[in-house]
């Protein structure tokens, strides 16, 4: 939960779990969105992400799996290169809802209800090492 992507892998087949590590000292700017819905189905499957910097735009969605015997985070996370400014984000939830967020911070996690006016924000790096957040 810091921000940092890892990868745990599960071979069906045998008995052990492996963890590929994200060790990098310097990471890059990021931000990530965690989604509730209440229209649309509460884990937001389907609901799309935009984030505009000055360095352009990326847009990514919410799945559920993409793969067989695999699963995505729930968190939509962006590598936002040299971005040093605000985020500016749109939302758009399966239920046809569009939500505007503005003057985000880079290297946060943004928890996001829909239709909720006020996001709740972290910094990625105050999570480190607290594991699961109690209040999803």
Same mark, same amino acid.
């Given at each position: 939960?810091?921000?940092?992507?890892?990868?745990?892998?599960?071979?069906?087949?045998?008995?052990?779990?492996?963890?590929?590590?994200?060790?990098?000292?310097?990471?890059?700017?990021?931000?990530?969105?965690?989604?509730?819905?209440?229209?649309?189905?509460?884990?937001?499957?389907?609901? *799309?992400?935009?984030? $505009?910097?000055?360095?352009?735009?990326?847009? !990514? @969605? &919410?799945?559920?799996?993409? =793969?067989?015997?695999?699963?995505?985070?729930?968190?939509?996370?962006?590598?936002?290169?040299?971005?040093?400014?605000?985020?500016?984000?749109?939302?758009?939830?399966?239920?046809?809802?569009?939500?505007?967020?503005?003057?985000?911070?880079?290297?946060?996690? *943004?928890?996001?209800? $829909?239709?909720?006016?006020?996001?709740?924000? !972290? @910094? &990625?790096?105050?999570?480190? =090492?607290?594991?699961?957040?109690?209040?999803?």
């Amino acid at each position: 939960m810091n921000g940092r992507q890892e990868v745990f892998l599960k071979n069906r087949n045998g008995p052990q779990l492996r963890v590929l590590k994200n060790v990098m000292d310097n990471l890059p700017p990021s931000i990530a969105f965690h989604l509730r819905g209440t229209k649309s189905n509460r884990d937001a499957i389907g609901a *799309v992400v935009t984030v $505009e910097t000055v360095l352009g735009r990326q847009t !990514r @969605s &919410l799945q559920a799996g993409s =793969g067989f015997l695999s699963q995505h985070s729930k968190d939509i996370f962006f590598g936002l290169g040299a971005v040093k400014g605000p985020v500016r984000a749109s939302i758009r939830w399966p239920s046809g809802l569009i939500q505007e967020l503005h003057d985000l911070p880079v290297n946060h996690r *943004v928890w996001v209800e $829909e239709g909720s006016e006020h996001p709740r924000i !972290r @910094s &990625l790096s105050n999570t480190r =090492g607290k594991g699961p957040d109690p209040a999803r």
